[in-house]
């Protein structure tokens, strides 16, 4: 299946975050490549949702929501710049 | 346009009720919601709709904005999905006066700012496949409305007219400012110049802001297209820093 860009999780990230995170800048920890969270590859899958980056493919962050609860694993971000 | 909160702060779950629904072509309906807490919205931003079945199994998809201001009427503009799990019911059994649970308005990454705001003299090259045109005309409502200066040209990729959304509106822009083209794939309209056949390089080439005037590019439409038209952006020049797109997925 495709992708589609890291907009498409906004929904998601305003459940957990106060602040719209896909406007927020980050750095990949794999690649070092920085780029805003709107413009990473974001895949949908039964069990979750993973995001990768847009200049290496490695896994920047992966969220499963479940009616009870929501896990999210930023392990691939180094760092998030925000806009205030 | 006043300063606007922040937009996390603006952001929550409401619920709209359908004050307005019709056809917009034959597999898409225009769908007003009326959400009286509704903060306004950006153009080109998004919002969550929320079906929850009897039996409490919830189905979520995200759906492009098409207006854009302050007010408490938002406006939707929905195709159907045949194998979708909402889109279907959004087009073919939503009734007026129904209510609909929504979340938003999100995103602050596809949205267009004037130009009082970012102060960004650059000209916007809108480029649309299919009802990627919804977040498009949420843009082109916005910078018509307030008669901001930046230059804006729209391609919408489309199969036919028949399948094209906001024709008159977008034909009545057009006579005032906005540029406007259309590529057809399938069918092209009588006395067409060009024969009809899928977006090649060649006419985005002629039919796109060149790069040498560096515009800001918005893309929207499904993963192949968006994909296909950015590499291609790329290939004449454009920055990748200057292109933002929105893919929609299948479902």
């Not at chain 1, 305003?14 to 590859?41: K, L």
């Not at chain 2, 919205?41 to 998809?61: F, I, K």
């Not at chain 2, 509106?169 to 110049?193: C, H, I, M």
Request: net charge negative; with cysteine; glycine share 10%.
């Amino acid at each position: 299946m495709g992708h589609v860009d890291g907009n498409a999780i906004a929904g998601s990230l305003a459940e957990i975050f106060p602040f719209d995170v896909t406007a927020a800048v980050g750095r990949c920890a794999h690649c070092g490549s920085t780029g805003m969270i709107g413009d990473a590859m974001v895949y949908f899958a039964a069990t979750g949702t993973i995001v990768r980056c847009a200049n290496c493919d490695e896994v920047l962050a992966v969220l499963v929501e479940t009616p009870s609860r929501i896990w999210l694993s930023l392990s691939g971000v180094r760092g998030l710049t925000l806009p205030t | 346009m006043s300063d606007p909160p922040p937009a996390a702060a603006r952001t929550a779950w409401r619920v709209g009720t359908v004050i307005e629904a019709r056809p917009e072509t034959s597999s898409a309906r225009r769908i007003v919601l009326d959400i009286p807490d509704w903060p306004g919205n950006d153009a080109g931003q998004h919002l969550d709709v929320r079906l929850t079945a009897p039996d409490g199994y919830q189905a979520q998809r995200s759906y492009s904005i098409a207006s854009a201001g302050l007010g408490s009427r938002v406006e939707l503009a929905v195709d159907e999905l045949p194998e979708g799990e909402v889109s279907p019911f959004l087009v073919e059994d939503l009734q007026l006066g129904d209510r609909l649970e929504v979340h938003g308005p999100l995103g602050g990454y596809f949205i267009w700012m004037p130009q009082s705001v970012t102060h960004d003299a650059r000209p916007v090259q809108l480029i649309a496949g299919g009802s990627g045109i919804v977040p498009f005309l949420a843009m082109v409502r916005a910078h018509a409305a307030i008669a901001d200066p930046t230059p804006f040209r729209l391609l919408y990729a489309v199969r036919e007219q028949s399948d094209v959304f906001y024709l008159q509106e977008l034909l009545q822009l057009a006579l005032s400012g906005l540029k406007l083209d259309f590529v057809y794939s399938g069918t092209a309209p009588r006395d067409w110049p060009v024969p009809a056949g899928r977006i090649t390089k060649e006419a985005l080439a002629g039919l796109a802001i060149p790069a040498s005037e560096k515009p800001r590019v918005f893309i929207c439409g499904s993963t192949g297209f968006v994909e296909l038209v950015a590499g291609w952006l790329i290939e004449l020049g454009h920055a990748a820093a200057d292109i933002r797109t929105e893919r929609f997925g299948g479902t």
